[in-house]
Nanobody, 123 residues
Framework: QVQLVESGGGLVQAGGSLRLSCAASGRTFSTYSVGWFRQAPGKEREFVAV????????YYVDSVKGRFTITRDSAENTVYLQMNSLKPEDTAVYYC????????????????WGQGTQVTVSS
């Protein structure tokens, strides 16, 4: 089991940037896919980005392509989500999660979750 802790959320104006961190403890997650999901008030949790295990690359939801970048620091057991050109519609609680399913972007395939960090983008 992997334990995950997110940090880095906050309040930012539209057009600004934030970097979220997801620190893992327990078993190393180099063999896991680590993804970011978000949930806005009154909406379902949605996939944002994933760093696939086994060095199989990254994948993003269309709405964040070109603005968000997910990276992994295996030495630090940390995954980052760099968010640029933020928009008010990016406002949500952001969660990181780990999965042994390398190719899934479905929340139900991610078994370990962090507590979430709030991102608020003002217009």
């Amino acid at each position: 089991q992997v334990q995950l802790v997110e940090s880095g959320g906050g309040l930012v104006q539209a057009g600004g940037s934030l970097r979220l961190s997801c620190a893992a403890s327990g078993r190393t997650f180099s063999t896991y896919s680590v993804g970011w999901f978000r949930q806005a008030p009154g909406k379902e949790r949605e996939f944002v980005a994933v760093s696939r295990g086994g060095g199989l690359g990254t994948y993003y939801v269309d709405s964040v392509k070109g603005r968000f970048t997910i990276t992994r620091d295996s030495a630090e057991n940390t995954v980052y989500l760099q968010m640029n050109s933020l928009k008010p519609e990016d406002t949500a609680v952001y969660y990181c999660a780990a999965s042994s399913n390398y190719y899934s972007a479905r929340a139900r395939d991610f078994g370990s979750w962090g507590q979430g960090t709030q991102v608020t983008v003002s217009s």
